[in-house]
């Protein structure tokens, strides 16, 4: 039982068969073409028809680049250099996002990260999520090109946006002149319908984009508003190429994905049933009386073994993360797949069904009782 789901882009299962006979038709065309494809056309359509605020896409080989062109991007547009991130929130293994990224790092206990120069990071300010005070304060003493975040932290574990946190951010980017960035390359496309802009009803610039968007197939991508996309070459001054992107595999397979999760009751179904396995194991910690607390926004999904509340990285620290080590061991003895880390957030998929969620809470009831 898979609550993993490739980090999100398995939304439609692993071997959806409607996903499976596009790649087969494709394959029979080419695996790779090194050139612009119709595909990017007809996939970029679908991005821009799905997220309010892009105008235009551009296509890249992951979500590392997607968020490395993004990145250039702020910077070209808005001529200034430093960024503000958020502690906990990760956007990519490149150097210059490598500062208190959360996730792998705060599992393994490692730096951030040997071999990254000093210079790669000095432009990269750090504010506290779920804290306007810390983002005016940097915005304020720093001209600084963008306000990059994940709208929903994935990569703390899962923590939403406090009530007003994302719309203070737009006034406040807006007030300093700063663009505003909401990177989804794990989220995008599982949140509501389609995106955090109509979830939360918050318009950013540029969103990037991830392997849902693909099909789970490598693929990643950045977009926006007209004028800021313009920035790019060939129209605009600035660089960024992959040899891979556009790849027609990736493309037939996110051009289906998307026509699948557009389909009446998608997102219901995720909704109803992340709801029942939040609550369900949540109600069973407690019964068996640990601290635990947790939520879900759509099919996105966490937990942490503390009383909570969780508002941001710091916070998330707290959780007792080697009875979670217990936790996840025991669960998958008994066949459930969690996110094997606190600082990760969990996905359901539109492929799982009321009985694998029984089935997961019924687990959960049992290894609460060992811990």
């Keep these: 039982m898979d609550f993993v789901g490739t980090w999100g882009p398995a939304i439609c299962g692993h071997a959806n068969d409607e996903v499976l006979d596009v790649l087969r038709e494709q394959m029979e065309k080419g695996t790779s073409f090194g050139a612009p494809s119709a595909l990017e056309n007809v996939l970029a359509k679908a991005v821009i028809d799905a997220v309010p605020s892009v105008e235009m896409v551009r296509f890249t080989n992951s979500g590392t680049e997607a968020c490395m ?9 808005t001529g200034r250099d430093k960024v503000v991130k958020f502690n906990g929130c990760y956007h990519g293994h490149a150097d210059g996002f490598l500062v208190q990224a959360g996730s792998g790092v705060a599992t393994l206990g490692l730096p951030d990260s040997p071999g990254v120069p000093a210079g790669s990071t000095k432009d990269t300010l750090v504010a506290k ?31 939403p946006p406090e009530p007003g946190f994302l719309e203070g ?10 663009l505003l960035v909401f990177d ?10 389609g995106c955090a802009q109509k ?6 610039d540029v969103t990037t984009m991830g392997k849902v968007i693909g099909g789970g ?4 991508a950045y977009g926006g508003r007209r004028d800021i996309m313009e920035m790019v070459a060939p129209a605009g001054p600035m660089y960024q190429a992959g040899t891979l992107s556009g790849n027609p595999l990736a493309m037939v397979a996110g051009i289906k994905t998307l026509e699948i999760l557009q ?7 995720l909704t109803k049933l992340t709801e029942k396995l939040v609550e369900g194991i949540l109600a069973e910690g407690k019964a068996a009386g640990h601290a635990i607390c947790g939520g879900s926004i759509s099919g996105m999904f966490g937990f942490f073994f503390c009383e909570g509340p969780v508002k941001c990285f710091e916070d998330a620290t707290a959780s007792d ?28 998929g539109l492929a799982h069904t009321e009985e694998d969620v029984e089935f997961t809470i019924k687990a959960a009831k049992e290894v609460f009782a060992t811990l």
């Design 129 to 159: 999520y779920n804290d306007l005070e810390s983002v005016e304060a940097l915005l304020k003493e720093h001209e600084c090109a963008a306000v990059i975040l994940e709208p929903v932290v994935g990569n703390s574990g899962f923590i």
């Design 217 to 220: 197939l490598p693929v990643g």
């Design 69 to 77: 062109g993004m990145l250039r991007l702020v910077r070209a547009y």
């Design 184 to 193: 989804e390359v794990m989220t995008g496309f599982r949140i509501s319908y």
């Design 199 to 204: 979830h939360f009803g918050v318009t950013p």
């Design 169 to 178: 951010l737009r006034e406040l980017t807006t007030k300093y002149g700063a």
């Design 263 to 269: 389909r009446p009751g998608s997102y219901e179904h």
């Design 321 to 348: 993360t080697e009875k979670f080590g217990r936790w996840h061991r025991g669960m998958l003895e008994r066949g459930v797949y969690l996110a094997p880390s606190q600082y990760e957030a969990g996905f359901t």
